[in-house]
């Protein structure tokens, strides 16, 4: 077998070196303005983009790179997180969770009772509202060293819960449509889920745990990156077999390296893929935003956007202090989850593909949620600072 090395410029390269150089100049300007990354990364999609420049135009390639992203983000949380912390507060991340998805449908009907609208669309809106950005959520706390805070912990159960409760979503958009799921994937998911509660119970019970070949991998760098490849990615590809989220999986398979105490090697054979991936993920957010239809929508695009925002800080904060929670850290964790997640793309193109809603509401969906992700770092910024003057944030 011969090698053959092209002498031209291969496009894909040039592309990730005109996104690279625009996160960068972005990067060093947002960061002047005390912004995070996060937004850099959405603008450079946008301009990079069809909308702008044009310069990207396989979407589909960088959104499925950027979903490389989410799991690694997912799977560093595994490894950081507290699992007795976040198991005794179980209360707050499952009743916290279905009470928010609960009040936001109930929001959603208060205005689409006014409007005719039929029962579908309120429970479909409902549902896209409901769901934070994990992506986005994670990453700002883990840039205020806030992830194994009260309100942190309180905040990734709720979004982990949200990330298991999108199969159930998903299940209802299909009887709403007429179509049923067949029993097999029903059963796939069942499946799934009791391996994940499995696993939990299994590191929980477990005083130590240690991977095949443990002192062979440690002492070789190679190995150590394609085992933690492994670990990572094969655990989200069960999952997502199991008809799950692969976000889970790779979550799971943190929470198991953390148990195995193999943190270290991993986070250093991980960390530079997470931050590339992550940010492609971001970037692939950007390129979602329709710009001219923005312009030609731009005031019912932020009118809803400011209704998202309020909305869903107001569920959230009055959820968690139902559950316990002080006024305060409530507010403010409301505050953090009142963006429109990542997995709400999933619910508007799930509904778009059963004719359940036509373009015209789709593109909205997708400007309105693009938008939240953002504004959501300046949202949560002026609520803190409010509630800063006073008393610290737990």
């Given at each position: 077998m011969s090698?053959?090395?092209?002498?031209?410029?291969?496009?894909?390269?040039?592309?990730?070196?005109?996104?690279?150089?625009?996160?960068?100049?972005?990067?060093?300007?947002?960061?002047?303005?005390?912004?995070?990354?996060?937004?850099?990364?959405?603008?450079?999609?946008?301009?990079m983009g069809p909308s702008v420049l044009g310069i990207v135009s396989d979407e589909s390639l960088i959104s499925n790179l950027g979903s490389f992203g989410l799991v690694l983000l997912l799977f560093f949380i595994g490894m950081e997180i507290s699992l007795p912390q976040l198991i005794s507060n179980l209360k707050i991340s499952v009743i916290g969770t279905v009470l928010q998805v609960g009040f936001s449908i109930l929001a959603v009907w208060s205005i689409g009772f006014f409007l005719d609208w039929p029962l579908y669309r309120i429970i479909l809106l409902g549902f896209v509202i409901s769901i934070s950005s994990t992506a986005v959520v994670i990453k700002l706390l883990q840039d205020r060293n806030e992830t194994n805070s009260k309100t942190g912990q309180n905040v990734i159960g709720?979004?982990?819960?949200?990330?298991?409760?999108?199969?159930?979503?998903?299940?209802t958009l299909n009887y709403l449509s007429g179509q049923k799921p067949e029993n097999i994937e029903v059963l796939k998911q069942v499946v799934g889920g009791c391996f994940m509660v499995g696993i939990i119970v299994w590191v929980m019970r477990k005083k130590e745990i240690r991977f095949p070949f443990d002192d062979k991998i440690k002492a070789d760098h190679e190995m150590q990156v394609f085992a933690a490849i492994a670990v990572c990615f094969g655990?989200?590809?069960?999952?997502?077999?199991?008809?799950?989220?692969?976000?889970?999986?790779?979550?799971?398979?943190?929470?198991?390296?953390?148990?195995?105490?193999?943190?270290?090697?991993?986070?250093?054979?991980?960390?530079?893929?997470?931050v590339v991936f992550v940010a492609i993920f971001f970037v692939s957010i950007g390129m979602l935003i329709d710009l001219s239809f923005l312009h030609e929508n731009l005031s019912v695009v932020m009118l809803l956007v400011l209704a998202v925002f309020l909305t869903n800080n107001i569920i959230n904060a009055v959820v968690l202090r139902i559950l316990g929670v002080d006024w305060r850290s409530s507010i403010y964790s409301g505050a953090i989850l009142a963006q429109i997640g990542e997995f709400s793309f999933i619910l508007g193109a799930t509904a778009f593909a059963m004719n359940m809603i036509v373009d015209y509401t789709y593109q909205l969906i997708i400007s309105v949620i693009s938008i939240t992700l953002v504004i959501s770092p300046i949202w949560i910024v002026i609520v803190r600072s409010i509630l800063m003057r006073n008393k610290t944030v737990n």
């Open positions: 090698l053959i090395l092209s002498t031209g410029v291969d496009p894909i390269l040039t592309k990730l070196v005109l996104i690279s150089l625009g996160i960068i100049v972005l990067g060093f300007f947002l960061k002047r303005l005390k912004q995070p990354y996060i937004v850099a990364y959405i603008l450079a999609g946008v301009i709720i979004l982990l819960a949200q990330d298991v409760i999108i199969v159930p979503m998903l299940i655990f989200s590809v069960i999952t997502a077999f199991l008809g799950l989220s692969s976000a889970l999986g790779a979550f799971i398979a943190g929470i198991l390296v953390s148990s195995a105490q193999a943190t270290k090697w991993v986070h250093e054979s991980l960390h530079a893929f997470r």
